[in-house]
């Protein structure tokens, strides 16, 4: 299961509509749910994005993956109006914290780094990046309860930090918008359920044939992560693999890059 955040009900109302969601009364927070996703509404600002965040995640059992979805600011001279971008890094205006989203795959969408401020900014404050209000409280707070590969964040461009918003315009465009990103949201639903059910059988197996450090056990498992979302056969990875570890390091660690090989090649 994955969660979804936005801040406002007008970035929720296209995105429950697209992926079939049901409201769910009686809630802290507004919220809209099918067998796989579940959304909430945070309300504005970096604290109640954080509030909500951590509510859902101890609220919801099962939860993989944590997705901020939402409306951003950007100069003309950064980044195009009416476009998604992913972002890849989330600096923290008021406390200068930055944060990094560890992505496993590509999702083929425009990158960005994205400030989180604790005002409305309507002039270009000189960000080489997209702005907005709730992203560093998102993060921080799933970040509590999940690894950095399983956060991400998706902004989408509306203002252009003049001062002046058409939201009947910026409305239209934005629905149209949502359509393209269900397919995405999609993608990132299956690889979590993936991660979820076989990913912990396909390590275990692994690990019985090959013995790894901590360190070797986190490459690993970004890589198998990595690989399945290409595409790749899990059981060809069981085939590059003896069935037993070998009984020498000099050995060991061969085998260890002949797997790095087969699974980032």
């Given at each position: 299961?994955?969660?979804?955040?936005?801040?406002?009900?007008?970035?929720?109302?296209?995105?429950?509509?697209?992926?079939?969601?049901?409201?769910?009364?009686?809630?802290?927070?507004?919220?809209?749910?099918?067998?796989?996703?579940?959304?909430?509404?945070?309300?504005?600002?970096?604290?109640?994005?954080?509030?909500?965040?951590?509510?859902?995640?101890?609220?919801?059992?099962?939860?993989?993956?944590?997705?901020?979805?939402?409306?951003?600011?950007?100069?003309?001279?950064?980044?195009?109006?009416?476009?998604?971008?992913?972002?890849?890094?989330?600096?923290?205006?008021?406390?200068?914290?930055?944060?990094?989203?560890?992505?496993?795959w590509d999702f083929h969408?425009?990158?960005?780094?994205?400030?989180?401020?604790?005002?409305?900014?309507?002039?270009?404050?000189?960000?080489?990046?997209?702005?907005?209000?709730?992203?560093?409280?998102?993060?921080?707070?799933?970040?509590?309860?999940?690894?950095?590969d399983r956060i991400v964040?998706?902004?989408?461009?509306?203002?252009?930090?003049?001062?002046?918003?058409?939201?009947?315009?910026?409305?239209?465009?934005?629905?149209?918008?949502?359509?393209?990103?269900?397919?995405?949201?999609?993608?990132?639903?299956?690889?979590?359920?993936?991660?979820?059910?076989?990913?912990?059988?396909?390590?275990?197996?692994?690990?019985?044939?090959?013995?790894?450090?901590?360190?070797?056990?986190?490459?690993?498992?970004?890589?198998?992560?990595?690989?399945?979302?290409?595409?790749?056969?899990?059981?060809?990875?069981?085939?590059?693999?003896?069935?037993?570890?070998?009984?020498?390091k000099p050995d060991n660690?061969?085998?260890?890059?002949?797997?790095?090989?087969?699974?980032?090649?």
């Open positions: 299961m994955i969660l979804i955040t936005t801040a406002l009900m007008i970035e929720a109302q296209p995105l429950k509509a697209e992926l079939d969601l049901a409201v769910i009364a009686g809630e802290s927070f507004p919220v809209f749910k099918n067998d796989e996703i579940i959304m909430v509404v945070t309300g504005t600002g970096a604290a109640r994005a954080a509030a909500a965040t951590g509510w859902a995640l101890g609220r919801f059992a099962g939860i993989m993956a944590a997705v901020n979805i939402g409306f951003a600011g950007a100069s003309e001279r950064v980044a195009d109006l009416n476009k998604w971008y992913c972002i890849n890094s989330i600096r923290d205006e008021s406390t200068g914290r930055c944060h990094i989203p560890d992505r496993l969408i425009e990158e960005s780094p994205l400030l989180t401020v604790g005002k409305v900014v309507s002039t270009d404050n000189g960000w080489d990046g997209l702005i907005d209000m709730e992203g560093s409280g998102f993060y921080e707070a799933a970040r509590q309860i999940l690894s950095p964040l998706f902004k989408w461009v509306s203002d252009p930090l003049t001062g002046r918003i058409d939201l009947d315009e910026t409305k239209k465009h934005f629905n149209q918008a949502v359509r393209k990103l269900v397919p995405v949201i999609i993608s990132i639903k299956e690889a979590s359920l993936w991660i979820e059910q076989s990913e912990p059988v396909l390590l275990g197996q692994i690990r019985e044939r090959i013995r790894l450090t901590k360190t070797q056990q986190q490459y690993l498992r970004k890589w198998v992560i990595g690989y399945v979302k290409r595409g790749g056969d899990p059981e060809i990875i069981l085939k590059v693999l003896p069935d037993k570890p070998p009984g020498k660690n061969r085998l260890f890059e002949d797997l790095k090989n087969a699974l980032k090649g």
